[in-house]
């Protein structure tokens, strides 16, 4: 037996159990899933880039993992959800919009993104420092109708330099973790 049904998009996420009823009796077996709405992104790891600055400049970059998770903390090993980013240089907008990622465009299979912030490569003879601030949101696939946006607390912050990139990454409410590459000044 083959049955499809819809879960309402403003469902809780949990165990749900399905049971066969002909007749008034009701099958003595049942199905059970598991829903998951998308409702956390969490760090798993951040690593040095080689930004591949040519020949007389030089600079840093981070490659960041993320794993998103549901309200119960689970995570949702689901690929095809969307992430998207949106950043301020030194408080201004570094893009007109919400902009989907370059590579991935969505999450893999584990339900995971990795994000290489721009970091800077830059003459050796000339350094500046800017405060770059990243949001994320993703974006939902809903069957029938346009997709469903969740915006993520993770924010990135970080600074870019000549001689190195400090990002600071974190959850709102939650210890943020610090990765210096490099000599960042405050």
Do not use: H
Not at 67 to 90: H, W
Not at 93 to 114: L, V
Not at 157 to 167: A, E, N, P
Request: hydrophobic share 30%; aromatic share 8%; with cysteine.
């Amino acid at each position: 037996m083959t049955a499809t049904f819809t879960i309402a998009g403003n469902a809780s996420s949990g165990n749900r159990t399905v049971k066969v009823s002909v007749g008034g009796a009701q099958s003595s077996s049942s199905a059970n899933f598991y829903v998951q709405k998308p409702y956390l992104v969490v760090v798993t790891s951040v690593t040095s880039e080689n930004l591949g600055c040519p020949t007389g400049y030089v600079g840093y970059g981070a490659k960041v993992t993320y794993q998103i998770l549901d309200e119960n903390s689970q995570a949702i090993l689901r690929s095809g959800l969307t992430p998207e980013e949106y950043f301020t240089v030194n408080g201004q907008p570094g893009i007109p919009d919400w902009a989907p990622f370059a590579t991935p465009t969505t999450t893999d299979a584990d339900g995971k993104f990795n994000d290489i912030p721009i970091g800077t490569c830059s003459m050796a003879n000339y350094n500046f420092c800017k405060a770059v601030e990243q949001s994320f949101r993703i974006k939902v696939p809903v069957s029938g109708g346009s997709p469903e946006i969740l915006y993520m607390p993770t924010t990135i912050t970080r600074k870019d330099c000549r001689d190195g990139l400090k990002l600071t990454v974190g959850n709102n409410g939650m210890t943020p973790q610090v990765t210096t590459l490099g000599t960042v000044p405050n």
